[in-house]
Nanobody
Framework: VQLQASGGGLVQAGGSLRLSCVAS????????MGWFRQAPGKEREFVAA????????KYVDSVKGRFTISRDNAENTVYLQMNSLEPDDTAVYSC?????????????????WGQGTQVTVSS
């Protein structure tokens, strides 16, 4: 599975961004898809994940109510809609694909990773 993330950018606090991750290769619809982020000087952090069918999602507490993960299996794409962005959301965001179920938060449970896309939130 090859993953290509896009949609990052510079936004003011309170603004919104929508990240996309397009997959190619193996059957996209059989994979759990996740978004992770890494801020400068910090470890990579789980943000959100969605089951292969899209019927289940999981979020880190800090983004609940602000971020929404979704997927379109017909388009081999997973999205992360980010609203009410805060400066602490500034990081490089990466998408990942894994087969482990139920939805996992650990980076080791994901087999394929895309390159990151930078999200910068100014105060």
């Amino acid at each position: 599975v090859q993953l290509q993330a896009s949609g990052g950018g510079l936004v003011q606090a309170g603004g919104s961004l929508r990240l996309s991750c397009v997959a190619s290769g193996r059957i996209f619809s059989s994979y759990v898809m996740g978004w992770f982020r890494q801020a400068p000087g910090k470890e990579r952090e789980f943000v959100a994940a969605i089951s292969s069918s899209g019927g289940a999602t999981k979020y880190v507490d800090s983004v609940k109510g602000r971020f929404t993960i979704s997927r379109d299996n017909a388009e081999n794409t997973v999205y992360l809609q980010m609203n009410s962005l805060e400066p602490d959301d500034t990081a490089v965001y990466s998408c990942a694909a894994g087969r482990a179920v139920p939805i996992r938060r650990n980076t080791g449970d994901y087999d394929y990773w895309g390159q990151g896309t930078q999200v910068t939130v100014s105060s």
